[in-house]
């Protein structure tokens, strides 16, 4: 690009900049013929960003030019003039200029901390997310270029607290959004030196425990839920993160302990309390998340804190296992599906404003592998623990675990996490080996018998309370 093109475009950027403060300074609507040269100035500022984003690419001399001749200081001052009128705003054109800025920082440390030192963009960057949907991705991939390499501005966006927890209101804007932010929280997450905000109790409080439920605690849980099944994955720096992993399962109890635990819990003959959709959503996401802990974790958990794991986990099962039934004149906004399959009163009656325009159906969903979820945490955490192997005994959680080694649609792998978990639950412990000879069996399962029944078999209980597996006899005809 000529020297001569370059001046063109420093002298329309800052006569545009001029402009706007001199729009702004006047107290009196805007003309007609203001309007008109707002206009043009627009659609050649746009066009002008289109040329000049694509030079930026893999072009270090060209970003420096536009730094050097202070199109970035312009860009950047027309940003803010924008924020402090958003009623003038022109979309486009704002769409654009990001463009071009975050074209010509990426992978470009020297203008990165040009625009950190010598602008307030950084300041002002919550302001601009809050705009619209696809100004908030592009700001969150203008944030994400500028942590990727540059440690200062690394350091200002993760100490800012307010600002990683706001970001999680946007994380469904677009699909782009939900993309970037997720990789701005596994920097966040992957990054040691600073303090996180899922470590402090009154964060958590002001902003995560609220009623009714806000959105931003589901899609924190579903961005802790994808970072943690990837860092199953990644078996080789697990050892490194031992300490953030533990940080987090804390902190998903704490929300868990407050947001749902004292609904369940079951005190002076007290029912059991409603749940909403959202909160019933909540909840599972949760407890995928705390599953996966207990597998990057295996080793390093408190006894206490398994225990208070177990006996929580134990309630939910026994509450999804116990016959029940609602009759035909209960109230109609219980999810009967959710309620048959859970044992917890979930209702369609949606508190959550952020969730008002979801249907939610028949519920059938959510309730899809809750029981294998619940048998796959107890699984984990009995690994090797005598503590935890004896707890479930005196807690009556054995039966339990004995009743989840069938197969069942709605909870897929169920079987082969229930036998894993009696392996689990018995190993080195001939208290609970002797417990479970000692039980008899009532009935076999209807889909066992099924699946027996195609095979031309059938299953018997013995007086003894054994199995016994028998061929079917047909009559004649």
């Not at 200081?73 to 800025?101: A, G, T």
């Not at 949760?286 to 295996?298: E, H």
């Not at 044992?343 to 029981?371: A, Q, R, S």
């Amino acid at each position: 690009m000529s020297e001569l093109l370059l001046q063109e475009e420093i002298s329309l950027f800052q006569q545009y900049h001029q402009f706007l403060q001199q729009l702004s300074s006047e107290d009196n609507n805007t003309s007609n013929q203001q309007e008109q040269i707002k206009e043009d100035y627009e659609n050649k500022i746009i066009e002008y960003c289109t040329l000049l984003k694509t030079k930026c690419i893999n072009n270090e001399h060209f970003q420096n030019q536009l730094k050097n001749s202070f199109i970035l200081k312009y860009l950047i001052n027309i940003i803010e003039i924008y924020l402090l009128n958003k009623d003038s705003i022109n979309r486009k054109c704002l769409q654009n200029i990001l463009q071009l800025l975050i074209n010509s920082i990426t992978s470009n440390e020297l203008n990165q901390e040009y625009i950190f030192n010598e602008t307030n963009i950084f300041k002002n960057i919550l302001n601009l997310i809050k705009l619209e949907k696809n100004i908030t991705f592009l700001t969150c991939l203008f944030i994400y270029n500028c942590i990727s390499k540059n440690e200062n501005i690394l350091h200002f966006i993760f100490n800012n607290n307010l600002l990683m927890i706001e970001l999680l209101d946007y994380l469904y804007e677009t699909s782009k959004t939900k993309e970037w932010i997720y990789f701005i929280f596994k920097k966040y997450l992957n990054t040691y030196n600073h303090d996180y905000f899922f470590e402090n109790e009154i964060l958590l409080k002001d902003h995560f425990i609220t009623k009714p439920l806000q959105k931003r605690i589901l899609n924190f849980f579903e961005i802790m839920e994808q970072f943690t099944s990837e860092e199953i994955k990644n078996s080789e720096e697990q050892e490194i993160k031992k300490e953030i992993y533990l940080k987090l399962l804390k902190c998903h109890f704490y929300l868990l302990n407050e947001n749902v635990i004292n609904k369940i819990y079951l005190e002076n003959n007290k029912n059991i309390e409603l749940f909403n959709y959202f909160e019933f959503e909540c909840l599972f996401v949760n407890l995928q998340c705390i599953a996966n802990y207990c597998v990057l974790l295996t080793d390093e958990l408190d006894i206490n804190f398994k225990e208070k794991i177990t006996i929580f986990i134990i309630k939910l099962l026994r509450l999804s296992i116990l016959e029940k039934e609602i009759k035909s004149d209960e109230d109609d906004q219980i999810i009967k599906e959710v309620f048959l399959q859970t044992g917890l009163l979930v209702t369609n009656n949606d508190e959550n404003n952020n969730n008002e325009e979801e249907e939610h159906e028949n519920g059938t969903e959510m309730f899809y592998g809750y029981k294998t979820l619940l048998i796959r945490i107890l699984a984990n955490v009995t690994f090797k623990s005598k503590v935890i192997q004896d707890l479930i005994r005196k807690e009556e959680g054995l039966p339990l675990i004995l009743s989840c080694c069938s197969i069942e649609d709605n909870n897929p792998y169920l079987r082969e996490w229930g036998v894993f978990c009696v392996r689990n639950v018995c190993e080195d412990n001939p208290e609970n080996q002797e417990y479970i000879s000692q039980m008899k069996a009532q009935q076999v399962d209807e889909k066992t018998q099924q699946l027996l029944k195609e095979k031309g078999m059938k299953a018997e209980i013995t007086e003894n309370g054994k199995v016994k597996i028998v061929k079917e006899e047909h009559e004649e005809e």
